[in-house]
């Protein structure tokens, strides 16, 4: 049971101390179920986290913050046909309503948290490579906050499969859908859906694998990594960290590592971000894949 | 002098014992002359690159590697108008013919090298990611070894300007250059265009400004990393080291941050091969800019 190449990373269940913390403060600040993949990365390089999410909360629980993810939601979208109506297939698998409740409900928190781990982490590598990251002049109804905690009916917390803990065929089905994106290990959006073996085996090989690096799933990753960027340097106050800052907590190999790995998540997400989008518009169409099921609440 | 952001690197000169017979051999089978950004950063991960290149240096070392290059060498024409006439623009500030033939050469070993470095990051970054590079079923004539060695009228290594050591003025300039492209840091090229710091101003903001990170030009920066993949699973031999092979002799950190970091500098050299072919564009036109100037000989 142990073919799968584990990713150094830190699970939710590993985290003790400041970096439970940190990783409690983002889900509740980000109102959403999980700690993304890039923040179980970087959590292990330990000068980094703690600080760089501290510099951020603020920002990341306005609305400013809130709008931009809608924005970036509905730019995933990527135009093309779904290549399977997955209710119908679901359905023909004898899945009943429940069940397909329930993937609805996962999918539609995934969708809602992805944008904003984007935006996270585009400000993040923006800022570590000593580029300007939030400190814009926003207007006093954008800085506002955001309630703080999990929206009504939000999972608090999304259970993922541990590779190194499933059989040898969900192991290739996970490293296969990591492959067809070119990315180094599953998104944690896999690590749920492999809940379903027989959903994640659709989805990889029906839905995603004749659109993922295609000339227009690349440009529309493209799209969302400049969008962001510019939403980033909108954000109502500076955050993350400048890599000069870290010089004396970290080795040289820390510093150019933390500078790929926030790269790479970047690029990572906004492809995670449009292929959750593309599988949810193949169960429940467009608009109901790009819009937000957990709006916040408009001040009264 | 030091207000430049320093990005931890192993400097030409700071290579000694097994890692500078690494930088050598690098130079020599690649018959470059220099030892690229990615290689230097990467030598601050100890266990890494002279592991990672005693894998390669047999497959870099062929005629296939050498065509390789040579087809992305030539797939990098942007296809847009210069912006500015290079050649008039240093005769009219006084430039005589030796001082341009000069820069003609470095520019056409820069661009001699740069599709080589792409197609060696690419096949490290995806070897990394455990996927496959190299190894593939190659006619004799392309597994032939090139000739080890610079070229004839080759420089043997281009000396780099030192950002920490150069004025305020070319600091700024050479994270203008690096920011303008959405880079951690200035690429050896532009260090090496930093010895006329007003040919290093015109490029920045007369050539390269309005094309980089356009459409275009990140299209073209796709079609690269895909095409260089391609042909990195066609290498004559496997490449490149698997991330596990390192799980003993890195850390946690490591190991993610050399995934990162290898990755970054796919798409970074991808960028740079673009743009100094568009600058040597500018110089000489889209024949010159394209090809090999260091064509290896046929065999007799």
Chains 1, 2 share one sequence.
Request: glycine share 6%.
């Amino acid at each position: 049971m142990t073919t799968f190449a584990h990713f150094p990373q830190v699970d939710h269940g590993d985290a003790a101390g400041e970096l439970e913390a940190t990783y409690d403060d983002i889900r509740l600040t980000l109102r959403v179920p999980w700690v993304a993949f890039a923040c179980r990365v970087l959590a292990t390089f330990p000068a980094f986290l703690p600080l760089a999410w501290r510099r951020s909360a603020g920002a990341f629980g306005t609305r400013y913050a809130e709008q931009a993810a809608d924005e970036l939601r509905e730019r995933s979208l990527l135009g093309v046909e779904p290549a399977l109506d997955l209710r119908e297939r679901l359905r023909s698998a004898g899945w009943d309503d429940d069940r397909v409740d329930t993937v609805r409900r996962v999918l539609n928190e995934l969708n809602y948290g992805n944008p904003k781990y984007l935006l996270l982490l585009t400000a993040w590598s923006e800022r570590f490579q000593m580029r300007a990251a939030g400190g814009a002049q926003v207007p006093d109804d954008l800085r506002a906050a955001v309630p703080k905690g999990h929206p009504e009916g939000m999972d608090p917390l999304l259970p993922l499969v541990d590779p190194e803990q499933a059989s040898v065929q969900l192991q290739t089905l996970l490293k296969r859908v990591a492959d067809i994106h070119y990315h180094h290990g599953p998104a944690s959006d896999f690590r749920v859906l492999a809940h379903w073996p027989d959903l994640l085996e659709s989805v990889t090989d029906e839905i995603l694998a004749p659109v993922v690096r295609t000339e227009g799933y690349d440009a529309k990753a493209r799209e969302l990594v400049v969008r962001a960027r510019e939403l980033a340097q909108g954000l109502p106050e500076p955050v993350g960290v400048e890599r000069t800052e870290l010089a004396s907590a970290c080795t040289p190999a820390e510093l150019a590592g933390l500078t790929g790995v926030l790269f790479m998540y970047q690029r990572f997400i906004a492809d995670i971000t449009i292929s959750i989008v593309h599988v949810t518009e193949c169960l429940d169409g467009p608009a109901a894949a790009s819009r937000s099921h957990f709006p916040v609440p408009e001040p009264s």
